[in-house]
C-alpha cells in the first residue's frame, strides 16, 4: 500500500468484493491510516445476501425469490465503524478516512449521520438508479433491473434523495456494469448482476427530484451537480488540481447540460452502449446533456461526434 501510494495511487478499493474476515478490515484499516489515502467498500455481509436475488420484501416473496435484507449492508456498516473506533479511541492511530461507494436503504444513512456527529472520517455515495428506481421496476422478472446492492423499497429510495439533499451522501456513481447477452439472456435467478448505467448516471439521477417541492429543486440540481463532481474530487483529493486545470482555463471534464430540455427518446439514450442489459432503454429522461469535453479540448456532442 505504502508502494502504491509512492506511485501515484489515490485510493485502495476492493471494488464490489466484500472484505469478510474482521481481522483483515482491522489489518486494512491499520495500514490504511499509515497511507492517509481512503478506503472504498461496497458494504454487503456475504453469508447475509449470498443467494439473493432482489430486496427482501414482501414482493420477493409473492415472485418466489430469494432476498438480500436491508441488514446485510447495515451489519457491515456496523461492523466496520466499531472497527475505526477501535483503532482511533484504543490504538491511538490516525483516523482512516472511510468511504462506502454504494450504499443503498435508509439504515445506512442513519449511522453514517451518526458517525459524522461523532467526527468520524467517513464519506459514502450511491449508484444514481437507487435514487430513481425501486424493486418494483424488476417486475416481470426484468433482469436489467437485478443490480447489486438491489434496488429496495420507496422508503429507502426517498432517504437517499434525503440523503443527498442533506449532504450525508456525497458522491453518485453510474455503476456501470453492463455485462453481456451471455449474462443477462437468462432466467431471472440466474441472471448476473448489473446494468449499463453510465449513459443514464446523470439524467437518472436528476430526474430522481423532480417530486421535490418546487422551492427545493434548484438545490437538487446543485446537489447532483457536486455529487458527479465536487464530491468524488474530495474524496480522491484531487481537489486541488481540478480547481487548477479549472482557473487555467482547461475544459477537461467540463459538461454542458440543459435541465429544461426533454431528451430525444430511448434511441439517442441506447447509442452510448451496446449492452442488452439497459435498465432505461424506453425511458425519455427530462434533461439532456448536450456535450462533453475530453482532455485533449475535444468537445463531444450528444451524438458522439467531436467538435473543436
Known amino acids: 500500500m505504502m508502494d502504491l501510494r509512492a506511485h501515484g495511487a489515490a485510493a485502495f478499493s476492493n471494488a464490489n468484493a466484500a472484505i469478510e474476515s474482521a481481522h483483515s478490515m482491522l489489518r486494512i484499516l491499520q495500514y490504511g491510516s499509515m497511507t492517509g489515502l ?3 467498500c ?6 447475509m445476501s449470498q443467494g439473493g ?3 427482501e420484501s414482501a414482493l420477493s416473496l409473492q415472485w418466489g425469490l430469494r432476498g438480500i435484507p436491508a441488514v446485510a449492508e447495515t451489519l457491515r456498516l456496523d461492523r466496520d465503524l466499531a472497527l475505526l473506533d477501535y483503532l482511533v479511541l484504543e490504538k491511538s492511530l490516525l483516523p482512516v478516512p472511510l468511504h462506502w461507494s454504494k ?3 435508509a439504515g445506512s444513512l442513519d449511522r453514517i449521520r451518526n458517525a459524522h456527529s461523532k467526527g468520524q472520517l467517513v464519506t459514502c455515495g450511491v449508484a444514481a438508479h437507487h435514487l430513481l428506481s425501486t424493486a418494483e421496476d424488476l417486475s416481470g422478472f426484468r433482469s436489467e433491473f437485478k ?3 438491489p434496488l429496495r423499497s420507496e422508503a429507502d429510495r426517498l432517504a437517499l434523495v434525503q440523503g443527498v439533499m442533506d449532504g450525508t451522501i456525497t458522491n453518485i456513481c453510474s455503476d456501470h456494469q453492463p455485462g453481456d447477452f451471455e449474462s443477462k439472456d437468462h432466467e431471472f435467478p440466474h441472471a448476473e448482476f448489473g446494468q449499463a448505467g453510465i449513459q443514464y448516471a446523470f439524467a437518472a439521477a436528476f430526474e430522481a427530484g423532480l417530486a421535490l417541492p418546487a422551492r427545493s429543486r434548484s438545490l437538487w440540481v446543485n446537489r447532483v451537480v457536486q455529487a458527479f463532481t465536487q464530491g468524488p474530487e474530495e474524496v480522491l483529493g484531487i481537489r486541488e488540481s481540478v480547481d487548477n486545470e ?3 482555463g482547461r475544459a477537461n471534464g467540463w459538461v454542458i447540460f440543459d435541465p429544461t430540455l426533454r431528451s430525444k427518446g430511448p ?3 441506447s447509442a452510448h452502449s451496446k449492452s442488452v442489459s439497459q435498465a432505461y432503454r ?3 429522461f427530462a434533461a439532456e446533456i448536450l456535450a462533453v469535453a475530453g482532455r485533449d479540448g475535444t468537445w463531444f456532442s450528444s451524438s458522439l461526434q467531436g467538435l473543436r
Open 53 to 55: 436475488q432482489m430486496h
Open 246 to 248: 479549472w482557473q487555467n
Open 267 to 269: 434511441a439517442s439514450n
Open 103 to 105: 450504499i443503498s436503504c
Open 38 to 40: 481512503p478506503l472504498m
Open 282 to 284: 424506453n425511458r425519455c
Open 147 to 149: 443490480v447489486f446492492p
Open 42 to 47: 461496497v458494504p454487503h455481509d456475504k453469508g
